[in-house]
């Protein structure tokens, strides 16, 4: 009886290890026609691995960018009231200039030009400001081509590699299953490649352009609320 355990134990061990290493074969033999697929897909898989890398490079360096440029410090303007009702707007513009945020500068634009009258203090603000959002935008170009022409490159791909097969069939006379599939789930990499990439694009456009529309709707709150501050200070 003892004997007998002993054999089924060991029959559920082999098994076991014989389903693990299965297992690992599998996953071996799917990874490793993937890279053999991408391989495959022709020079426009290299195209789409450059755009992949381009837009990761903006992406990045717009998150940087408005990361430090987009801040909104609701204590600058407490700062920019207390100094303008001690009668000190250098000291206003001073910390202002030291601010390196797109608020700072354009609540500095308004502080070089009181004295003047508002319709020009106002001017001068906004005029900053859409200096400043047209910078955060400036980039964001080059996502939006990516996320237009990706998903064309991948297409274009995978009619070149649909030619190919059509071509090499009426060279050959081969019109086997294998013959026809075989080259064609190769070449839809291309496409589904092309739209990877063009949605990785897209999503950075559309969050980044979101992000800069809320950052100008509270900045042009910002600025009537200083625009309110110069009336009442009477300088």
């Given at each position: 009886?003892?004997?007998?355990n002993l054999?089924?134990?060991s ?6 290890t ?5 297992g690992e ?5 799917v ?18 691995a ?11 360096e ?13 204590n ?15 000291s206003a ?7 390196p ?9 308004g502080?070089r030009f ?6 020009e203090?106002?001017?001068?603000m906004e ?25 064309m ?10 030619i ?11 019109l086997?299953?294998?013959?026809i599939?075989?080259g ?24 980044y352009?979101?992000?800069i529309?809320r ?21």
């Open positions: 009886m003892n004997l007998f054999l089924l134990q029959g559920t061990v082999v098994a076991d014989a389903q693990s290493a299965s074969a599998t996953t071996e033999h990874s490793a026609p993937i890279l053999e697929i991408m391989v495959k897909g022709g020079f426009v898989m290299g195209l789409l450059v755009s992949l890398i381009v837009a990761i490079y903006f992406i990045v717009r998150w940087m960018y408005l990361k430090n440029r987009a801040k909104l410090d609701e600058l303007i407490n700062v920019v009231r207390d100094n303008l009702k001690d009668n000190r707007p250098d513009l001073a910390y202002c200039d030291r601010t945020t797109a608020q700072a500068q354009v609540i500095a634009t502080l009181l004295g003047s009258n508002m319709r203090i106002e001017s001068a005029t900053k400001a859409q200096v400043e959002l047209s910078a955060m935008e400036s980039n964001l170009n080059y996502l939006s081509l990516i996320a237009r022409v990706a998903p490159l991948g297409f274009v791909g995978t009619i070149w590699g649909v190919n097969i059509f071509y090499s069939i009426s060279t050959t006379g081969d086997s299953i294998g013959a599939s075989g064609l789930y190769v070449k839809m990499v291309a496409s589904f490649a092309g739209l990877v990439v063009g949605i990785i694009a897209f999503l950075g456009y559309q969050l352009i979101r992000r529309d950052f100008a709707e509270r900045l042009q709150e910002q600025s009537l609320n200083l625009m309110e501050i110069f009336i009442k200070s009477n300088i």
